[in-house]
């Protein structure tokens, strides 16, 4: 399978919800300023974003081998954007698996309840800064096995990944003590397969920590999102995928392809 020469590409973004929020919350998967869509107006190319919030590296994995939207973009696909590994590395003291039921809680009353309770005591237990959403071994063996997939579909196709952003969010106690290991953890798997990587919270980490970040000390404001689209055109640029025309909006940026 290849792109193809007469359709554009496809930038396949499978990602978190930093890839659709907004300093006031989640937007339309084609929202003009999040970073997606800048990083495809540069290239000239189509986006598919395929990305929902609390998402690690095992629903990038989950995404690829069950999402039919993923099936239909990987033979389109230009370059593939790893871009989670955030929640991934956030505390999570009280189970995961909790968090993904609630949902599914009955009577809604009852619901209503757990819920409560959780967010009650998902900050005052995050301090503990463990267990993390899910421990760096198995991340980065979700995104090797998502690498590797591809790989196999399409040997030329270029993947990018991302090391975990930043936050100050009081959800999670302001703690982040899960981030070390596993930057350390994507750090050695991108040497290894040779995947560029951009550093997200080097990209980010001065908006989110001013006044024009979202109030939820997560997600980003605009400054942000175009931080890392500079940060992503020059990990594909590095990757061979990016045309001259867009060569002239990449400054330097935090970006590697292994070893800093």
Do not use: C
Not at 62 to 84: H, K
Not at 100 to 121: D, F, H, I, K, S
Not at 186 to 191: F, G, H, L, R
């Amino acid at each position: 399978m290849d792109a193809g020469s007469g359709a554009r590409p496809v930038l396949l973004v499978l990602a978190d919800s930093l890839s659709y929020y907004g300093p006031k919350g989640g937007l339309p998967s084609d929202h003009p300023d999040i970073w997606p869509n800048i990083v495809a107006r540069q290239l000239g190319w189509d986006v598919e974003l395929v990305a929902r919030i609390g998402w690690t590296s095992r629903d990038v994995w989950w995404a690829l081998t069950q999402d039919p939207r993923v099936w239909s973009a990987v033979p389109r696909a230009g370059a593939v954007v790893f871009a989670v590994g955030g929640m991934d590395s956030l505390p999570s003291p009280l189970p995961t698996a909790l968090r993904e039921q609630l949902r599914y809680v009955r009577p809604p009353a009852l619901r209503r309840v757990v819920r409560a309770g959780y967010q009650w005591l998902q900050p005052r237990l995050s301090p503990l800064g463990w267990p993390v959403a899910l421990p760096p071994r198995l991340s980065v063996e979700y995104l090797e096995s998502s690498r590797a997939a591809l790989e196999y579909m399409r040997p030329e196709l270029p993947v990018i990944g991302t090391l975990p952003s930043v936050h100050r969010s009081e959800a999670y106690g302001k703690v982040h003590a899960g981030r070390p290991g596993a930057v350390a953890a994507i750090t050695a798997w991108s040497e290894e397969k040779n995947v560029p990587i951009v550093d997200l919270a080097e990209a980010v980490r001065a908006n989110v920590f001013s006044d024009q970040g979202n109030p939820d000390g997560i997600h980003w404001g605009w400054d942000g999102h175009t931080e890392v689209a500079a940060a992503m055109l020059t990990a594909l640029r590095a990757a061979g995928v990016v045309p001259d025309s867009a060569e002239g909006a990449v400054p330097a940026d935090p970006v590697s392809s292994g070893a800093e």
